[in-house]
Structures are given as structure tokens and as C-alpha cells.
């Protein structure tokens, strides 16, 4: 894969560097925050070789990459370097929803410290196994030095996220972590320590009372810190005199801050932390099944939409308050292993080979705990491997809800992360959670074994009698809209100019009626109604894509007289435009009608036409 190459059509294809005001990247996705999102060519981005799916959730514009998106990530760095550290325009206008910025907001805080968080649960994960091995001594400095390193990033976790949070509410990051910092401070640590062995008296800051409580492992008091830091720091500025700005804005800043976490922001944030941990035990104590159950068999549709990201923080106050999560965890275990043994049966199964190679990669990646290849790749695009996977991944949650297992440390959920479960000084978690992970792998395997069927179509088995009984199949493919008929090169989009996605015609219409060029099945129909997929009898696959960057209409203009899956004959009516109205608007109205597996055929033969009615013949195919 050419990452530069990728890099630079990905940022052409989602309306140019102007279009970009944020970017960061988790394990498979690019995650982009758009000015526009209507100048974004999805449809174009979804068949670019490189990019395996693009969603578009929680305020964020997701290019789904897989293991490889770190290296186009940084390509796209050096195409446009102001965007690391996710640059966005102070004076942007924010139109998203409440829903999606809170996602946004959840997904940008913890992206950036998952691999501190992960790198601490593995060294414990490995500390554990050392221990119930006998291979060191739980008293010996070896062990402490081990324990402390792991516990470095839990302990400092409320300055890690000072730094994330300071990003997405783009205040100033070091004095962010300064406040972190205060509330993990020693001297305050050892008199909350002080006040609580005593049983008696208080903390007092010029009289205003300071809650007794302690914030190391905190996650909520951190976050709330800065996102109040966010709104003090731009006033400091304000009211700071320019000779004297560098030193009055952050003593200012810091002075209310600080004072405020310490007596209001603080103890609110510990108070909704405990409440959580509290609402989960609740719910454990009773009915410890169903929150695992659920996670189990829908988590692949939270990521397919991005919104898993916020089930991650709540997974991490649970081992931050209790010591343990029995609940989030877990069922994403059971479903990550779902998505990768459902995949993997595809890839035993098949015989496709181009199909056998992706499902095998891609269900070993999400047996090792990163599912969107197995998601974007396998079993979304089969559909029988996602039921296979939510049917064993909601059973293997449901088997380790009733036994009530607990996830000590995180990392991604797989069987690399298996000896996260071991703790409470016993393997009992660890043996559960492994019986667990075997109910969804094998269940998964089976029913996507036994569902999963190559993708055979009936126009195919047509094409093969055809060609067993016939030298040469010939499939006439006529003019579907009234208007003249020209060369592709005539196209301003160099995915069809230069037959990147096929060969074919196109029409400059002259009436707004598009009708079926051949006989056989629409195959794909799009929100924006500005194209349609067909597939011929005799094996074609069409496009017809009306306009040039009309998908920024959104099914403006346009109305579908089929729907997917119908079955079509030469000269029925598929989409009515409005020619003026599009026009008007400044799009360019011609009409690519493009033969997407034109490698399957031997010839193509086009013709062109000053006019041409709907039903002449402008192209030949010969297999």
C-alpha cells in the first residue's frame, strides 16, 4: 500500500485541506472533524483500494483503514502539519448535536491515553501470572518496582487526561496537568490521609471547605477541571493587562481553577464517579447477566457506528472506584472474539480466495482484540458472519455475567488481555473468563460456518451457462438517459476521466428521467439518490452516478422509482432529477454510466452520439 498516495486521495476526496478543522486516529480509524460534511465524496471513499468503510457518527467523520492507519495518519501530517495535535479554528461554528459532540468529546479525551492504559494492564496482567507462576516474590523488590510502574499510569491517569482534555477543549495543556497535578499533590494526599485516620476536622482553603477525598485513579474530576479551565482561561486573558499578560493569565487562571476544582469541581466529579461504580453494583447485584449479555451481542454496532468509545471510560471508572470491571469488559471480550471466530469461519470456508485471505487476517486481528477489519471487511458485507457473532458474543457475555467475572486491569479486549482477569489473588476470574471466550469463539465459528454461503448470484449462473455454451457472450447495453453521448475523458472527476472505476460512457442530459439500460437487479441505492447500482442478466455491474459532487444535494432534486433488490427490464424507469434545479445550484450535470467489473470482460465497444434517445445502443460487452 502506497500511505502517500492514500494520504493525498483521502484528503481530495473529503473537500481538501479547508474542509479539515480536526483529526485524530484510533486503532483502524482515521476520525475527522469536518467544516462540510456534504463535500466529502463518500461514495468515491468507500471504493478507494486502501480505505475499508466510512462512517459517519458521533460528530465525527470516520474512514475506517485497519492496522495501517497510523502510517496514512502520518502521512496525512506532512500533507497538512497543522493538523497534529488536532488544530480546529478557534471561531469555528459547532452545528453538531448535543449527542454527538458529548461522543466527540468522550472519544477525544480517551483515544490519545488507551496505549498507557493498555501498556499498565498488560504490565499487571504479567505481574499476576510472575506471581501465581511462584516465579517472584509478591515481598521482593523486583515485584514493587514491577507494581509501581504499572501503577504509574492509573495513579497519574487524572494528569494523562488533562493533557487529552485539554486538546478537545483547547485550553492551554500545561497548565491543565499543573491542575492534575493539585489534586494528586502529596502534602494535599497526606492531609486527606490525616483527616480520615483522625475521624475529625477539616480542610479549609480562606474558609471554603475542601471534601476529603482523593484523586489518584480519578477519571470524571479531571475532565471537569479543565473543561471549567476552558472558560476561565479566555477571561484571564481578557482581563490581564498586555505588559503584564505572560505572568497575570496563568496566575489568574490557576488561582480560580485550581481553588475551584479543589472546593467544587472535585468533590462533584468524585460524587459522579462513586454514583456510577454505585448504579453498576446496583445493577450487578441485580441482575448480573444482562448488561454483559447485551454488550456481548450489540457492541459490533456500537463500533460500526463509532459509539463504542463510550462504554471505554465507563469500564475504566468501574476499575478506577472498585478495583474491578464485571460489566463493560467482559461483554466486549465475548464480542471481539464473536467478530473474530465469525470471520475466520468465512475465511475457512470459502472458496474465494480473495475472500478466504481477508476473512483469515481479519478474524486472527479480532481474536487479538481489533475488530474492524473482521467488522468493515468480513461481517458486515456477509451479514450472516455479524448474526454468528452477535449470537456467540451475547452468550459469551451471558455465561460471564452469571459468574460474575471481573476484568482487573483492561487493554483491548482479546486473548491477549485474557490475564487481565487474573486478580483477587485467585485464577477463578481468569478460568471463567476463559470458558467465556471459548462459548463466543466457538459458537460464533459454528453458525458462521454453517450460514456463510459465497456470494453466487443467480445473474452469474446465467453468465456461466452462456459462456459453456457460447464462444462469446455479447451484452447490448443502451443510452438511460435522452441527451448526448460522449467519451468518459469528457468528465471532470479523474475517477471517471481516467477509468479508475471502470469503463463505460457518459450522457449530457437534456431531460431528467433515467432509465434501465439493461435487464436484471438494482444492487445498490443511495441516501442521496444521485446514483444507482444495477447488475445485468448476462453479469454487468453498472453505475449510473447523475451529476458530478451532487451527493452535497442530499436527495435534493431527485426521487427513486425502484428499490434494492428489484428486479429491472431495458426501459423502466429508475430516477427522476430536476435537470434546472441541479443546475442552478452549479453542478455539472453529466452523467457517468460506468461498468465497474469491466476486468471480468474481454472487449468493451462505446459509441458516441450527438443525441440519443433512452433505448438506443451505445455499448457492447464481450466476455
Not at 31 to 43: I, V, W
Not at 294 to 309: C, K, N
Not at 397 to 414: A, E, Q, Y
Not at 514 to 540: C, E, Q, R, W
Amino acid at each position: 500500500m502506497n500511505y502517500q498516495e492514500l494520504a493525498q486521495t483521502i484528503i481530495e476526496k473529503i473537500g481538501g485541506e479547508k474542509n479539515i478543522s480536526g483529526l485524530t486516529h484510533c486503532a483502524t480509524r482515521l476520525r475527522f472533524n469536518l467544516k462540510e460534511e456534504g463535500k466529502a465524496q463518500t461514495d468515491l471513499l468507500k471504493q478507494t483500494d486502501g480505505v475499508m468503510g466510512v462512517v459517519s457518527k458521533g460528530g465525527q467523520y470516520q474512514i475506517i483503514i485497519g492496522s495501517d492507519v497510523s502510517s496514512v495518519y502520518k502521512e496525512i501530517l506532512k500533507e497538512i502539519p497543522v493538523l497534529d495535535g488536532e488544530h480546529v479554528e478557534a471561531n469555528e461554528k459547532d452545528e453538531r448535536g448535543t449527542a454527538s459532540k458529548i461522543i466527540d468529546t468522550i472519544t477525544g479525551i480517551f483515544t490519545p491515553i488507551l496505549p498507557a492504559i493498555t501498556a499498565a494492564g498488560m504490565l499487571k496482567a504479567v505481574l499476576s501470572l510472575l506471581v501465581v507462576f511462584n516465579a517472584i516474590d509478591k515481598t521482593g523488590q523486583t515485584y514493587i518496582i514491577i507494581d509501581f510502574m504499572a501503577d504509574s499510569a492509573f495513579y497519574f491517569l487524572p494528569i494523562l487526561l488533562a493533557a487529552s482534555s485539554a486538546q478537545k477543549f483547547k485550553t492551554n495543556m500545561y497548565l491543565a496537568m499543573m491542575v492534575g497535578g493539585i489534586l494528586l499533590h502529596p502534602n494535599f494526599v497526606g492531609m486527606v490521609n490525616a483527616i480520615k485516620e483522625a475521624g475529625e476536622g477539616g480542610i479549609h482553603l480562606f474558609g471554603l471547605p475542601i471534601s476529603a477525598v482523593t484523586y489518584g485513579s480519578s477519571v470524571i474530576p479531571i475532565i471537569l477541571a479543565v473543561w471549567f479551565m476552558s472558560f476561565v482561561e479566555p477571561m484571564a486573558d481578557k482581563v490581564s493587562p498586555k505588559a503584564i499578560k505572560f505572568f497575570s493569565k496563568p496566575l489568574i487562571t490557576i488561582a480560580i481553577v485550581g481553588t475551584v476544582s479543589l472546593v467544587v469541581v472535585g468533590p462533584l466529579g468524585y460524587f459522579i464517579s462513586d454514583a456510577i461504580s454505585n448504579g453498576i453494583k446496583a445493577l450487578e447485584n441485580f441482575s448480573p447477566w444482562l448488561v454483559p449479555t447485551i454488550i456481548g451481542s450489540l457492541t459490533p454496532l456500537f463500533v460500526a457506528t463509532g459509539t463504542h468509545y463510550g462504554l471505554v471510560p465507563i469500564g475504566i471508572n468501574n476499575r478506577m472506584t472498585s478495583g474491578y470491571d464485571s460489566v463493560i469488559y467482559p461483554g466486549m471480550l465475548a464480542s471481539n472474539l464473536g467478530q473474530g471466530a465469525a470471520s475466520l469461519a468465512v475465511g475457512v470456508k470459502s472458496k474465494d480466495s480473495s475472500i478466504k485471505q481477508l476473512a483469515a487476517s481479519a478474524g486472527l486481528t479480532g481474536l487479538f482484540g481489533i475488530t474492524e477489519p473482521a467488522l468493515y471487511g468480513v461481517n458486515l458485507r456477509f451479514k450472516t458472519p455479524l448474526y454468528a457473532a452477535m449470537i456467540g458474543g451475547g452468550f459469551g457475555g451471558l455465561f460471564m455475567g452469571i459468574t460474575r467475572v471481573k476484568n482487573f486491569t483492561g487493554g483491548s479486549p482479546g486473548l491477549l488481555t485474557l490475564p487481565s482477569y487474573i486478580g483477587d489473588d485467585t485464577l477463578k476470574h481468569l478460568y471463567m473468563a476463559c470458558i467465556g471466550a471459548a462459548i463466543s469463539i466457538v459458537l460464533s465459528f459454528v453458525i458462521s460456518y454453517i450460514l456463510y454461503r459465497d456470494p453466487v448470484t443467480e445473474t452469474s449462473k446465467t453468465t456461466i451457462k452462456n459462456s459453456e455454451s457460447k464462444e462469446n457472450v455479447i451484452t447490448e447495453v443502451v443510452t438511460p438517459i435522452k441527451g448526448e453521448v460522449v467519451d468518459l475523458k469528457e468528465v471532470e472527476d479523474g475517477m471517471f476521466s481516467e477509468e479508475i472505476l471502470g469503463k463505460g460512457f457518459a450522457v449530457k442530459p437534456i431531460e431528467g428521467v433515467v432509465y434501465a439500460p439493461v435487464s436484471g437487479t438494482v444492487t445498490a441505492v443511495f441516501d442521496s439518490k444521485h446514483a444507482i447500482g444495477l447488475t445485468s442478466d448476462s453479469g454487468l455491474e453498472l453505475l449510473i452516478h447523475i451529476g458530478i459532487d451532487t451527493v452535497k444535494l442530499n436527495g435534493v432534486g431527485y426521487e427513486y422509482f425502484v428499490e434494492k433488490g428489484q428486479n429491472i427490464k431495458i426501459g423502466d424507469k429508475l430516477i427522476e432529477f430536476d435537470l434546472e434545479k441541479i443546475s442552478e445550484k452549479g453542478y455539472n450535470i453529466i452523467t457517468p454510466v460506468v461498468l465497474t467489473n469491466s476486468t471480468d470482460f474481454g472487449d468493451i465497444i462505446t459509441l458516441t452520439k450527438t443525441l440519443a434517445e433512452p433505448g438506443e445502443q451505445v455499448m457492447k460487452v464481450i466476455r
